[in-house]
């Protein structure tokens, strides 16, 4: 049990007033009012968070695929990326696949697709998960003999997973080097069909991650931390202070009634003279933007409501 000395409440913009920019930020503190004696310790317990999501959900996190084909007996691997937009439906994904796997076929073997749409795709039910599977058929060129569709790891870092299989319901390769298949794809003489193994989804970002440089005694696993070097089944010290659901035009978390159950870290640091916070995906890869501007004009700002208690140690 620990009995608490004093509570005081810090209330966090990051659209001014901070070092940084709107999603990587510090702020200093006064270091009188944030020492604690040695057998004192500060808790930190998110009250709120608020933020705009204003970024699309097809974006630099999940919008990297590899077509690997065979044309007239040469070998291509072309990294191809879908459209950053948010899609009303999974019929619109679907197409903007189609369409970017059809040009690259197009582009490569030199001869038009033999289809007046260049591909066609199957209808969807979206409420019966099994319809809610990529379809697409269409006719290639003979010089096509092999065709695949793979999903890496971010390009130039291996640890780093890109989210693009999550949307086309693919499977991923573990390292840049696998083959394992993205899709179920056959190539029978010039008909090629392209299927996913699982359901589609529209968006593979569910919560806006808020992190601290605080030393805590909370703790995660790998997948909370892709830069580990490898992903090892033991936990690793977090530096997660919160997450917070996202909606249509914003993330937000709001536990203003907590009596200290919601998401708190006690801090082993006896002293503090700044505190230093990012806003990230699940993975530790920062949130999307649209230009380097938008983080430091633009609003991707966070609104923070934190309650520090000093607590003495029993």
Request: hydrophobic share 35%; aromatic share 8%.
């Amino acid at each position: 049990m620990s009995d608490v000395i004093y509570t005081r409440n810090l209330y966090l913009d990051s659209s001014s007033g901070v070092k940084g920019n709107g999603r990587d930020f510090e702020v200093y503190v006064p270091s009188h009012g944030f020492t604690v004696k040695e057998n004192e310790y500060m808790r930190f317990t998110i009250q709120s968070m608020l933020g705009y999501k204003n970024w699309t959900n097809i974006n630099e996190t999940n919008d990297r695929f590899v077509l690997k084909m065979t044309v007239n007996g040469v070998q291509y691997s072309d990294a191809l990326t879908l459209t950053h937009t948010n899609h009303p439906n999974i019929e619109t994904l679907a197409d903007d696949f189609g369409n970017k796997i059809t040009a690259q076929i197009l582009a490569r073997a030199g001869a038009a697709v033999q289809n007046a749409q260049n591909f066609t795709r199957s209808e969807y039910d979206v409420d019966n998960p099994n319809d809610k599977k990529l379809n697409l058929s269409m006719t290639v060129p003979a010089s096509v003999t092999a065709l695949d569709v793979l999903f890496y790891r971010v390009a130039g870092n291996v640890n780093n997973l890109h989210d693009t299989h999550t949307l086309l319901g693919g499977r991923v390769n573990e390292t840049a080097a696998g083959n394992t298949s993205g899709l179920n794809i056959a190539l029978n003489g010039q008909a090629l069909t392209v299927a996913s193994f699982y359901p589609m989804q529209r968006t593979s970002m569910t919560h806006v991650y808020l992190r601290s440089s605080l030393i805590t005694d909370n703790y995660q696993n790998h997948h909370f931390d892709m830069g580990a070097a490898k992903h090892d089944n033991y936990l690793i010290q977090s530096t997660v202070l919160c997450k917070a659901p996202i909606h249509d035009d914003f993330f937000s978390y709001d536990d203003m009634n907590s009596s200290g159950t919601g998401f708190l870290v006690n801090a082993q640091q006896k002293s503090l003279t700044y505190m230093q916070f990012s806003l990230t995906t699940d993975k530790d890869l920062p949130l999307p933007i649209s230009d380097n501007q938008q983080p430091v004009s633009g609003n991707t700002s966070v609104q923070i409501v934190v309650r520090m208690d000093v607590l003495r140690a029993q």
